[in-house]
């Protein structure tokens, strides 16, 4: 009977715990956390399957589109020593105002009235230009005189050639019949010698008016020669003080240009935000900076540095969202509607070649149908973009994180053909 008992007390025992545990309530605080974790995880579920846009982080700083509206340093053309300052830093300039005056130190220009020597030896070469010129002439009139003098004497020898040639020519003829009548003795000795005599005077004046034609032509030759002698020289003389002129009038410019080159002038409107160089009587060299000047310009833009493996999803027009420095944001990268305190922008410029070692410079340009740029930033304040892309599944972008791929775009960009810029704006104008 007792092992009978103990064994009946051994079978019930299970079913009374069972029965205990059966007469337990759950804590609601246990029923609220389990349906607060399957919220989440229901939300979170859905939440994966929202949209999301994909987008590109860059940082950067504000500058100018236009190159000439960025800070501009001013530099002295030539050296000199610092006279007075005009200006004081942060200064409102306008185009061509003096900033600085400066004072020369290279002795070849130290006499002051230098431009004023120079221009006497101008005008004294000019006048001593004029003389040659006139002296040029007159040989070359001596010469052409020469010339028809020696004409007119040829001539004048050639006709009495012409004249002893005919003369001679009958005397040879009369001696050459009186001959064979002396040779017969029809004639006395004393005629044919007298016959005879004629002929051989003529024989000799005929050869000299054959010289006297070399020896008018050599003499007057001589004369020509030694007038265009005389032209040449001259003309050589008129030549280098055509030069000398020409090398004095090029320094004489270059004085007068050096001597503007004392005032150092603005080269555009705008705000004088450095001196590199402060005390009066401080020297400088050519090329140096003498300060800074920022253009008063509303041509304002954000210089963005994305990696190189970005680059090629970038194009043209595409959104941009931008946070300056010294204002408050919360920006949410992938829901950029409901982003606080960022501004938006639009891709104008893409650079070639790369900027820094593995990423890119782009430039970008407010958006005019969206909020407008605080009007407080500054050239060269720093910046943090996003450059928007394609929208994609919050899952599918968490899978990109995770494996560290980069953005995706279902097609490639569309890149504008420096061509087809160029034909675009020649249609606008």
Known sequence: MLNISKNSVQKEMPQEKLYALRSLDTPMAGKILAKWILGIFALFFVILFLP????????????????SNRPQTIETTIAGRIQVWKIKEGQFVNRLDTIAIISEVKEKYFDPQMLFRLQQVITAKERSLISKEQKAKALQRQVNA??????????????????????????????????????AG????????????????????????????ER???EYLDKINKAESDLNNTLAEQFDTQADIAKMRNELSNMQIRAQQYFILAPQAGFVVKATQAGIGETIKEG???????????????????KAMDVPLISKGRRVRIEFDGFPALQFSGWPSISVGTFGGTVEVIDYVNTKPGEFRILVIPDLKDTAWPKQIRVGSGIKGWVMLDDVSVWYELWRQLNGFPPSLYAEPEMEEPNKKKESKDEES
């Open 216 to 218: 008018v032509q050599a």
């Open 146 to 183: 020469l010339e028809d003098g020696l004409r007119n004497k040829r001539d004048q020898a050639k006709a009495k050639l012409e004249a002893e040639r005919v003369r001679f020519n009958n005397f040879k003829n009369q001696y050459e019949r009186n001959q064979k009548l002396f040779e």
């Open 186 to 213: 029809n004639i006395p000795l004393t005629k044919f010698q007298d016959i005879e005599y004629k002929y051989q005077s003529s024989e000799a004046d005929f050869v000299n008016a054959e010289i006297e034609i």
């Open 288 to 306: 140096d900076p003498v300060c800074t000047i920022m253009p008063q310009s509303t041509d304002v833009a954000v210089e963005m540095h994305v």
């Open 52 to 67: 999301w846009q994909q987008n590109i982080r860059g940082s950067g700083k504000v500058t100018a589109l236009s190159p």
